[in-house]
């Protein structure tokens, strides 16, 4: 047993939280509770229940030299993730049980739990999927991203009906090719990008403008018929616009926001350089704000970081070259709570963006708040230990950050079934709060989700 003492939950009350470590739950959630076991003294720490990062490229099979199930889930675990779902753009991707079950094996290593989702492409096997513990369905892709696993209309439609049938979520990136602005591709350039000529665009706003914003707009309620048309479940990944956010609300479906679409904007694209290239690509100061404004007021369901680390020389590459993508797993809990901090969010809202929502959206039942039965999955952060974020003192294997001098509140203990799994060394802060995200990390305790 173990017993987390005087904790302030994300409602503002203050509970003591009776862990069985054993069973991995939740035993009681109370005032005065009898302390059993081991004691943690949490008075004047916040306890939250651990974050679901929905979203996230952990880049095995295929590519270690990005990232690892080893690497992603230690920085998940150091940022407050205790449960990531990984999506099938690896290689082989993950649209086939011999590929899924290669994952699986994989993520034997992760120090979280996970969830791992179906891909669908053309040489797509859904019996072999379904056969197996898949979460969800996607990231289906309606137009190339990194991994090359767009699909037409007519596969979508087949994707969305087995889902429906299947009763899964489905997973959507949403953008529509057809609207993507070529004018401002360099002389010689393919539409996905390639070799740029020396006469063409090549500034960092260059993607921007040229996966643009009604090519979002477009796709997200085109999808959104479709998914009414087949009775199937959409979960609109990384939105980037307000509009498509309405859509979304307005259709009855969910959607996720990343932090960089909720912070970034293409006025910080002259120092993010190609760093700053993803998809769906930054979009305007404004857009990010209506963005922002659909976070905080609840319109929006989850954040998720589409974690997509690559090295920092591929991502120094020219713009029509660099990969999309950034690192965010271990950054998005620390990012929300520095808003809390600073009153723009409430800390029950970041409870239900990165908890409670997708907890439910996704079915998993054990997880996402805390209360009595539950998994024991806990963070405690002191909410007041602000510092500074710096890519080299991140845990993913790329190394870098997006978010590079902007401050956080990082955890102090993240717990995965009532096993610590990283526990924050106190001295590790200097003075003026400035200093690594060190700490202990324990074994690699992860389990499927859905087995």
Same mark, same amino acid.
């Given at each position: 047993?173990?017993?987390?003492?005087?904790?302030?939950?994300?409602?503002?009350?203050?509970?003591?939280?009776?862990?069985?470590?054993?069973?991995?739950?939740?035993?009681?959630?109370?005032?005065?509770?009898?302390?059993?076991?081991?004691?943690?003294?949490?008075?004047?720490?916040?306890?939250?229940?651990?974050?679901?990062?929905?979203?996230?490229?952990?880049?095995?099979?295929?590519? *270690?030299?990005?990232?690892?199930?080893?690497?992603?889930?230690?920085?998940?675990?150091?940022?407050?993730?205790?449960?990531?779902?990984?999506?099938?753009?690896?290689?082989?991707?993950? %649209?086939?049980?011999? $590929?899924?079950?290669?994952?699986?094996?994989?993520?034997?290593?992760?120090?979280?739990?996970?969830?791992?989702?179906?891909? %669908?492409?053309?040489?797509?096997?859904?019996?072999?999927?379904?056969?197996?513990?898949?979460?969800?369905?996607?990231?289906?892709?309606?137009?190339?991203?990194?991994?090359?696993?767009?699909?037409?209309?007519?596969?979508?439609?087949?994707?969305?009906?087995?889902?429906?049938?299947?009763?899964?979520?489905?997973?959507?990136?949403?953008?529509? @090719?057809?609207?993507?602005?070529?004018? %401002?591709?360099?002389?010689?350039?393919?539409?996905?990008?390639?070799?740029?000529?020396?006469?063409?665009?090549?500034?960092?706003? @260059?993607?921007?403008?040229?996966?643009?914003?009604?090519?979002?707009?477009?796709?997200?309620?085109?999808?959104?018929?479709?998914?009414?048309?087949?009775?199937?479940?959409?979960?609109?990944?990384?939105?980037?616009?307000?509009?498509?956010?309405?859509?979304?609300?307005?259709?009855?479906?969910?959607?996720?926001?990343?932090?960089?679409?909720?912070?970034?904007?293409?006025?910080?694209?002259?120092?993010?350089?190609?760093?700053?290239?993803?998809?769906?690509?930054?979009?305007?100061?404004?857009?990010?704000?209506?963005?922002?404004?659909?976070? $905080?007021?609840?319109?929006?369901?989850?954040?998720?970081?589409?974690?997509?680390?690559?090295?920092?020389?591929?991502?120094?590459?020219?713009?029509?070259?660099?990969?999309?993508?950034?690192?965010?797993?271990?950054?998005?809990?620390?990012?929300?709570?520095?808003? $809390?901090?600073?009153?723009?969010?409430?800390?029950?809202?970041?409870?239900?963006?990165?908890?409670?929502? *997708?907890?439910?959206?996704?079915?998993?039942?054990?997880?996402?708040?805390?209360?009595?039965?539950?998994?024991?999955?806990?963070?405690?952060?002191?909410?007041?230990?602000?510092?500074?974020?710096?890519?080299?003192?991140?845990?993913?294997?790329?190394?870098?950050?997006?978010?590079?001098?902007?401050?956080?509140?990082?955890?102090?203990?993240?717990?995965?079934?009532?096993?610590?799994?990283?526990?924050?060394?106190?001295?590790?802060?200097?003075?003026?709060?400035?200093? *690594?995200?060190?700490?202990?990390?324990?074994?690699? %305790?992860?389990?499927?989700?859905?087995?």
């Amino acid at each position: 047993m173990l017993t987390i003492r005087d904790a302030t939950l994300a409602d503002g009350s203050r509970r003591d939280v009776r862990i069985d470590t054993d069973a991995g739950r939740i035993a009681a959630v109370g005032s005065s509770l009898t302390e059993s076991g081991d004691v943690v003294d949490a008075a004047g720490n916040l306890l939250l229940p651990g974050a679901i990062d929905a979203h996230v490229h952990f880049r095995q099979p295929g590519f *270690p030299h990005k990232e690892t199930w080893e690497t992603g889930s230690t920085s998940a675990a150091a940022g407050g993730v205790t449960t990531v779902v990984d999506q099938p753009n690896t290689d082989p991707p993950t %649209v086939d049980g011999p $590929a899924f079950d290669e994952k699986a094996d994989l993520a034997d290593a992760s120090l979280v739990d996970y969830g791992i989702n179906g891909g %669908v492409t053309a040489d797509w096997n859904p019996d072999e999927l379904f056969d197996r513990p898949v979460l969800a369905l996607g990231e289906v892709f309606l137009a190339d991203s990194t991994g090359e696993m767009g699909i037409d209309e007519d596969l979508f439609r087949e994707a969305l009906e087995r889902a429906s049938d299947e009763y899964v979520v489905v997973t959507v990136h949403a953008e529509d @090719a057809d609207l993507f602005d070529e004018s %401002v591709l360099p002389r010689g350039t393919n539409a996905n990008g390639g070799a740029a000529s020396v006469e063409g665009r090549d500034d960092a706003e @260059a993607w921007s403008a040229y996966r643009t914003a009604d090519a979002e707009i477009a796709a997200v309620e085109r999808a959104l018929d479709l998914a009414d048309d087949t009775g199937a479940r959409v979960h609109v990944a990384h939105t980037s616009t307000p509009e498509a956010v309405d859509a979304a609300a307005a259709a009855g479906a969910t959607c996720e926001v990343t932090p960089h679409h909720m912070f970034l904007s293409r006025d910080e694209l002259s120092e993010l350089g190609t760093r700053g290239r993803m998809n769906p690509p930054l979009r305007g100061e404004e857009r990010r704000e209506g963005v922002f404004a659909r976070v $905080a007021n609840g319109t929006v369901d989850v954040v998720a970081t589409d974690h997509a680390p690559h090295t920092r020389e591929e991502k120094d590459a020219g713009i029509w070259d660099a990969p999309s993508g950034v690192p965010g797993v271990e950054t998005m809990l620390p990012l929300l709570l520095e808003q $809390a901090r600073k009153g723009n969010l409430s800390y029950d809202r970041v409870a239900d963006l990165t908890a409670r929502n *997708p907890s439910e959206i996704f079915g998993l039942p054990r997880k996402g708040r805390i209360e009595e039965g539950r998994m024991a999955d806990l963070v405690l952060v002191d909410p007041d230990a602000t510092r500074e974020i710096r890519g080299e003192d991140l845990h993913s294997k790329c190394g870098w950050t997006p978010f590079e001098g902007w401050n956080g509140v990082f955890p102090r203990l993240t717990m995965v079934r009532g096993s610590v799994v990283y526990e924050a060394h106190d001295a590790s802060l200097t003075p003026d709060g400035v200093g *690594p995200a060190d700490g202990e990390f324990g074994d690699a %305790v992860g389990e499927n989700v859905r087995e």
